[in-house]
């Protein structure tokens, strides 16, 4: 049986470091939530299953924009069980689908950020393609281009990192719903999927990504994801 692929969208963040008193993913971009348009370009992918948007237990935004989530279409399905942490919330998540639905130990999780609202899904059939028949899964990611410094932690630079074999890590990130859980449960301190699976041992696949899918930080973020969203 071919094996399902579920697409998990962890948006349970504040967006303590945007500076703004409503959290970023429902900051608007040309009239609609910036997760939104997230979720139009996962719901376009027709190998995706199942998109699970992981809240926080206290989002009372969400509700607010239901008029926005009937455009994205029938795949969309919430969980209310967001953690203090990224791994907390994805393993939540993947719990929540887990007693909702009947998931194979070899089905995918798709894992992407929420913050990321210009990811094409032509980049998501790609990254499928890459992936389908991998024994471990792994992520999109962009070769490091910059040079690279790190500082002695008073603003001064200590030494030039040479940037050969240096990827940055973007989403989505795909992995079987086993695997990843096991990984999550041994590395609940991961800052991306990816990392968890790394400490268990196993090495996953880099995918070439795409500048143009920037993960929305600071407020000058915002003004790159409408510049590239309008350009589509």
């Given amino acids: 049986m071919k094996s399902k692929i579920l697409a998990l969208v962890p948006a349970a963040g504040t967006g303590t470091r945007f500076g703004d008193s409503l959290p970023k993913q429902y900051l608007d971009i040309d009239g609609h939530p910036l997760i939104f348009h997230t979720l139009k370009a996962l719901s376009r992918v027709s190998r995706i299953d199942v998109i699970s948007v992981v809240l926080s237990p206290d989002d009372n935004h969400w509700q607010n924009y239901l008029a926005d989530w009937l455009l994205v279409g029938g795949k969309l399905s919430t969980a209310m069980v967001g953690g203090n942490s990224r791994s907390e919330t994805i393993a939540n998540g993947l719990s929540a689908l887990a007693v909702r639905l009947s998931i194979d130990a070899n089905d995918w999780i798709m894992v992407h950020d929420a913050a990321r609202p210009c990811i094409r899904a032509e980049l998501i059939e790609q990254f499928i393609d890459e992936l389908e028949n991998d024994r471990v899964g792994g992520l999109l990611a962009l070769p490091v281009a910059d040079t690279i410094k790190r500082d002695d932690g008073n603003l001064r630079v200590e030494k030039t990192v040479p940037r050969e074999n240096l990827w ?65």
Wanted: glycine letters at 4%.
């Fill in 168 to 232: 940055r890590a973007q989403t989505p990130q795909m992995f079987r719903f086993a695997l990843l859980k096991d990984a999550l449960a041994g590395c609940p301190e991961a800052t991306d999927e990816a990392q968890a699976i790394e400490v268990l041992g196993h090495q996953p696949k880099l995918v070439m990504g795409d500048s143009a899918n920037l993960k929305v930080t600071y407020a000058h973020d915002m003004k790159l994801a409408r510049m590239i969203l309008r350009d589509e």
